[in-house]
Each structure stands twice: as structure tokens, then as C-alpha cells.
């Protein structure tokens, strides 16, 4: 008996141990719905990895983008993995505040990542981050709302249908927008889809030789077009809707269209959230006839910042995350439609993604619509369709954001948003050296 309860004692005493000493990542993460999703099955990870505790950190777009970049910076070492965009990667990557992740797996296949998204996440031919989800932007729309206006919605329309059809579509009486579009200031919010639309309209953010561009007609013909539509047709008080706003607004059922992230897709189809489940269809986004549409690439990776003391357990939480493996897992909890998208050439090629996803083969026409590297109508020094992949943009992007969002709002005028944007365009560019 006295060897029995030695023995029990013992093995209580481990249990303590085990429990004390496993190892707590500290996450931060964005609040869209498939990364609130993979918390909610983290219990599995952990499960299978009992040394490992998780703890999460959940912010709004801009707060995580803010809160990473300071801590990275600074080499705060808040976070152990940290949920950053195809922006960072290449530019902190070659600052050396990010590891490599070399010790994936034998299993987890990076061959199958989409070489869009691949290519965006590597430097000097390694992988700094893996991608949990990728996007392109695309039209949502309603196609009861698009039928009662007596339209037929092409799979690859111009703006000036889009504006035709979201006029006809706004039931004001009725609480229906025919378009929502982010008005949100933001360098990854309003900032990245205006950029795409001026890529449609022909502008550029900066020349061959860093010269800003606000000041030519074609982004005073994108801001124009797009105060208009949003006055004419899209929801009260857009200067405040991001991404987020914007969804639930169309799940409500008070939005004829939504151009935004190809990611949204299984939101909106889903009939546990939106009660337009069963009415929604998916085109290209919109052009002018220039030969650039206004989609962007874009992807939420997980990445290890360089002062990270736990990189081993860090890597085998995103090795689980973003695997084939951890796919079949939210397919078998909530559905393949509701699977993680835009990452792994192995998902558009699965019938059962096929069948579930009627929205899966224009997301990845879109992914693959986007080039990065030739972004614009005319030559740009830079890469990058949605942001200017340079250290600099992160702050100016956001500045020029708050113009154009106040713009919307009525504070100014476009001329006067444009102009200020010019000024300060080429206030930061001399300064960074950029301008000689």
C-alpha cells in the first residue's frame, strides 16, 4: 500500500510538473472569422501537444497592425507568433526580425502552396511565413436585388455597370444599399481598395522616379467615381466600415454588392450568419477597359518574430495551422465551404471544395488575376497591387487613408484630399531619401 500511494504521489507530482512547465505561446491575431474559427479548435493542437499552452490576443485590423509593428520594432517580444500581411513579410524578413520556417514537417508539402501567395512569403528562397488564409477582392452581390433592376451581373464587369446597377439596386425605403464599399481610414483598410480601384483607372501612387502621383486625372477620376457611387448609392456613415462593418451589413441583408476580400465568400453564403444565404453571387472585380482590374493579392500569414525564445513550439503551432490536415479539420466541423481558402493548390483541386464552394473557382481566377510584380496601367518602381512594398507606406498609407475617409465623410473635398495627399506623398518620400 505505502508503494501504491509512492507511487500515485509520484505520478500526481508529474502531472504538476508537466502542467507547470509546458511552454505558453503568446498569439496575436486579427478578429476575422476564420482566424475567431481556428480558436475556437485550438483544443485539438493542445491536445496533441500538451506541452504546449496557448494564449490569444485577438485585435481589431489597424490595433493588430499597430501593436506588431511596435513590438517587432522595438524588440519588444510581446508575442511568439504573430498574424502579420504579405506587406511585412519581405520587408521585416530582410530587416532580420523574422526566422525562417524551416522545420515545417515532412508532411506539410509547401510545393502545394499557391505560387502566388508562396512567392509573396519568400525571400532569398525561404519561407518566413505560412499562409492561413489568402485572398483576392471580388463583387458579392445579390441576385434577386440584381434580377428586380432588370440586370444580368457578367462575370467580369466594368465600373460603369457596377455604378449603373448598384443605383438601381438602392432601395433607400427599405434599408438597401446597392453598394458598400470600406470607407474605413487605413493603409489595409479604405487605403488597399482604393488603390486597386485606381490601378483600374489607370493611377499609380508613385512614377518611375518616386514621384507621387495624386495630383494626375486618373486618381482624381478614381476619387471622384467613387465619392459619387458612395454618396449616390452606398450606406450611411461609410467612412466608419471596414471590412468587418461591411460584412455584417450584408449578411443583413443591406447591401445589393460588396466588392472586398474573395475570403468573405463563405461568410456570406453561410445560412447560420447571413440571411441573403441563398441569393448571393461572385464576379471579378471591376475594370475600365485599361487592362487592370480592381482586385488585390493579399494573405493573414503566421509569422516568428527573431527575438522569439520559444521558436521550436512556435513552429509546430503553425505547422498544425495552416496543414492540409488542419483543413479536413474545419471541414469536418463545419463544412468544406467553411475551410481556410486562397492557400493550397490542393483545395481547388478537391471535388468536395468544388461541390461546397460555388464561389472557389472565381476566388482563384482573382488570386490568379493579381500581379504583384506589374500592378499598374503605366511602370511603377515597386511591387505590390493593393500597398506599396516599402517601409514607409505603412504610415503614409494610413495618412492618405484618414484624407480620403474624411472626403467621404464631407469634411473635404476630393480636390483638397488629393492635394494634401500629394503634399505629404512628397514630404515623406524626399525625407526617406526616395526623392533626390
Do not use: H
Not at 502566388?116 to 434577386?144: C, H, N, Q, W
Not at 471622384?224 to 471596414?242: E, H, R, T
Not at 449578411?251 to 460588396?258: A, I, L, N, R, T
Amino acid at each position: 500500500m505505502k508503494n501504491l500511494c509512492a507511487a500515485l504521489l509520484c505520478a500526481t507530482s508529474l502531472l504538476a510538473y508537466d502542467s507547470a512547465s509546458a511552454e505558453t505561446l503568446t498569439i496575436a491575431t486579427v478578429n476575422n472569422g476564420d482566424m475567431i474559427r481556428m480558436q475556437g479548435l485550438t483544443s485539438e493542437f493542445t491536445s496533441a501537444n500538451p506541452d504546449i499552452q496557448v494564449e490569444w490576443v485577438t485585435l481589431e485590423e489597424n490595433v493588430l497592425r499597430e501593436r506588431v509593428t511596435t513590438d517587432i520594432a522595438t524588440k519588444g517580444g510581446q508575442y511568439d507568433i504573430m498574424t502579420i500581411g504579405t506587406y511585412e513579410v519581405p520587408i521585416w524578413a530582410k530587416q532580420g526580425w523574422l526566422l525562417p520556417l524551416e522545420n515545417l514537417g515532412t508532411d506539410y508539402d509547401v510545393e502545394d502552396l499557391l505560387p502566388a501567395i508562396r512567392s509573396a512569403l519568400t525571400v532569398d528562397d525561404k519561407l518566413y511565413a505560412a499562409p492561413f488564409y489568402g485572398e483576392s477582392s471580388f463583387i458579392m452581390y445579390r441576385k434577386d436585388l440584381m434580377e428586380k433592376a432588370g440586370l444580368t451581373m457578367p462575370d467580369a464587369p466594368t465600373w460603369e455597370f457596377v455604378a449603373d446597377a448598384a443605383r438601381k439596386m438602392t432601395d433607400r425605403a427599405n434599408d438597401i444599399n446597392g453598394i458598400c464599399l470600406r470607407g474605413k481610414a487605413g493603409w489595409g483598410e479604405n487605403t488597399a481598395f482604393l488603390t486597386t480601384m485606381s490601378n483600374s483607372f489607370g493611377a499609380r501612387w508613385f512614377d518611375e522616379n518616386w514621384q507621387p502621383q495624386f495630383d494626375q486625372p486618373e486618381w482624381k477620376n478614381t476619387l471622384d467615381f467613387y465619392l459619387q457611387l458612395m454618396n449616390d448609392a452606398g450606406p450611411q456613415g461609410a467612412s466608419s466600415n471596414g471590412f468587418n462593418e461591411n460584412l455584417a451589413l450584408f449578411q443583413q441583408g443591406k447591401c445589393g454588392m460588396w466588392i472586398d476580400a474573395t475570403v468573405a465568400a463563405s461568410f456570406v453564403t453561410n445560412p447560420k450568419d447571413s440571411t441573403v444565404a441563398d441569393k448571393v453571387g461572385f464576379a471579378l472585380a471591376p475594370d475600365t477597359g485599361l487592362g487592370k482590374r480592381a482586385n488585390w493579392l493579399w494573405a493573414w500569414n503566421l509569422a516568428i518574430p527573431a527575438g522569439s525564445q520559444k521558436a521550436a513550439s512556435a513552429e509546430k503551432f503553425i505547422a498544425w495551422a495552416t496543414s492540409k490536415q488542419y483543413a479536413e479539420l474545419v471541414a469536418s466541423k463545419e463544412g468544406w465551404a467553411n475551410v481556410p481558402p486562397g492557400t493550397r493548390t490542393s483545395l481547388y483541386e478537391n471535388p468536395e471544395y468544388q461541390k461546397a464552394a460555388p464561389f472557389a473557382k472565381m476566388t482563384l481566377d482573382s488570386i490568379n488575376a493579381a500581379d504583384p510584380k506589374n500592378p499598374t496601367v503605366k511602370p511603377v518602381p515597386y511591387v505590390g497591387v493593393q500597398f506599396v512594398a516599402i517601409p514607409e507606406f505603412q504610415g503614409l498609407g494610413t495618412t492618405v487613408g484618414q484624407l480620403f475617409s474624411a472626403a467621404l465623410a464631407g469634411q473635404m473635398s476630393a480636390d483638397d484630399a488629393l492635394a494634401q495627399a500629394q503634399s505629404v506623398a512628397t514630404r515623406e518620400m524626399t525625407r526617406a531619401g526616395y526623392i533626390k
